[in-house]
């Protein structure tokens, strides 16, 4: 089934690659004439999917981290070095992120990569990552294993990649704090599950059965769909008559909008709920017109309510970029400011210049980073995950989504 | 049992979708032995055509502006597969097999990035117009919705509008001899270039009636629709006997019953529960397909094996 999609995908983006090759030597050229004078030229790489249905947030993503740049560059942030953008699309496909991740690795002059928006994307690229001791930061991964290794579940934490850090919560923290909400304040006692079989949907939704379990609820069915489909009548038929009074959908807007107006239209009037994976304006054109009461959690509070976040979403709006800055923004520009602040110690500490092995010092530098960056204060634990554990869950209120609680975690 | 008229009805909706789309096939396949694999974005390139008309016509209710938007889903569909059969089918006529397969699997690729790239904003999902009001409840366990109506309306009409025009008209014998033998097809006076267009032009135009009801179904429509839609009504083809057009139809409501009643019911099964659910009906679908194919090589309605494969 999906043999030929990955094919076609190689094959465009080998003949994209190229292309793309033969600019990054054109550029790579001119760099060389400009190192005669006296700035450094250091390049950010972002890696997520610019095209396809996840476009939306990949470009929020890449145009986020841009602003990071340009804003490094016009305060000259780091002195004598000039940052620029080297960006990689993946379509949200493993093996096409890995083929990424090998170019960038190949680049010499990136320092630091923003990226990618999906765990299982993620997961390809970190090895090559980690040989070539290139930071990586993420701000959208919530898969736990990315950070904490397989048995993370069973305790046994276990740092697998030590170029690995990311501005996003797990889905541990994630999937619990949707189900204490569910639980707790939507007052859901009957919960029916769905997931999409991918890295992160999977991953949400088990998580969320057993906080949900925990305390109490009942998980009256689950079922699982696959995606890039659009007809999910067949599941929305037996939500309904399952007699669940909630939906939880692990998984991505795309299938995730498609399955609200689905099972709505089958007659279940029940709030569909999940992660930020459907925390995007397109979940609800996805959903049609009775989307109403649906809900999402996302990581941190909403970036326009905080302080912090308003010049950025000031300055990202003067920048006048044709997409907006979707759900993961201001991760993605806090991201790129770990990398810019990573660079800035390793330059400092190397009296000015940019140390012969930049790549290990910058990423020596990232676990000392700590700043008050969009989405609060930015620092990494010893996993490499954020220690900022603010989520928040919106629902849909007349065809937007409006955030109804922001909190930090509890156990 | 509870869930059995709704999971049948569901399923034969979804079916008479993929039906539609395997005639394209069919028909092409029995005229010319081509499968085409560029179909799936015929019908793609009609559900934007049928936008297209949509967005020309702003504030005309949806009932009203339908029919605009088949015929402009239709114009669209057919000028697409007619020049795709031009140019880049014809020039292979006489070459290897595989020579038209992998142009097919090319010009797939190509439409898909045409649209992609020059369609106002069809790198994201565009949003395709709904009927309003809710489904019709016909029982207590039985809801239609007014998207299921109209296919289940268009595609026996369209169904009946093709068997007429086969048996009853001259082009349509034609077309029959065509599919028999090209060459004494040809020596009896019949045009078989023009034959082979009209195959191309039916089987878009059936595309873009189930363009327009995939879109009205799901409420989206994007570029890269046409993929699992093209494989699954190539797979109802061949269920169905590819190169008979009823057999096409038949394949597709068998597969459309299929996927919906496997993720209602494997489940049920003793010790199957791990098997069942959305994440497991193509494997049902297809295990399906198998079987038939082990028992009837020829497809459901197929009367002969593909013997200058």
Redesign the interface.
Known sequence: ?RH??SL?LI??FTTGSLVLTACGSRDDKGSDKGDSGTKTTVAIGVDSPF???L??LGLGIKNSVDLAIRTANKNNEVKGVTFKLVATDDQAVPGTGQQNAAKLVADKSVLGVVGPLNSGVSQSMQGVFAKANLTQVSPANTNPALSQGDNWSSGQKKRPFKTYFRTATTDVIQGRFAAQYLYNEAKKRKVFV?DD?QTYGAGLAAIFSQEFQHLGGQVVG?????V????????A??IK?SGADAVYFGGQY?EGG?LS?QTK???AHIPEMGGDGIYDP?FI??A??DDDGDLATSVGYPVEQLDSAKTFVQNYKDTGYKDPYAAYGGYSYDAAWAIIQAVKKAVEDNNGKLPGDARQKVLDAMSKVSFDGVTGHVSFDEYGDTTNKQLTVYQVVNHQWKAVKSSTFKD | MHQLPQTLVSGLALGALYGLIAIGYTMVYGIVQLINFAHGEIVMVGAFGALTIHLWLPGVPLGAALPLMILGGVVISVAVATAAERFAYRPLRNAPRLAPLITAIGLSIALQQLVWAFYPNAKKNRDFPQFHGNAFQLADNLHLQRDDVFILVAAPLCMLALGLFTTKSRTGRAMQATAQDPDTARLMGINTDRIIVLAFAIGGAFAAVAAVAQGLHIGQISFDMGFILGLKAFTAAVLGGIGNIYGAMLGGVVLGIAETSSITYIQDIPGMQQLGGGGWKDVWAFALLILVLLIRPQGLLGERVADRA
């Open positions: 089934m030929r999609p076609l094959t465009a095209t396809g249905s476009s939306a769905v079989k689950t079922d699982h769909l696959t890039k489909e659009t007809d999910f009548s067949g599941i038929n037996k008559n795309p498609l107006g239209k089958a007659g397109a054109s996805g049609g017109k």
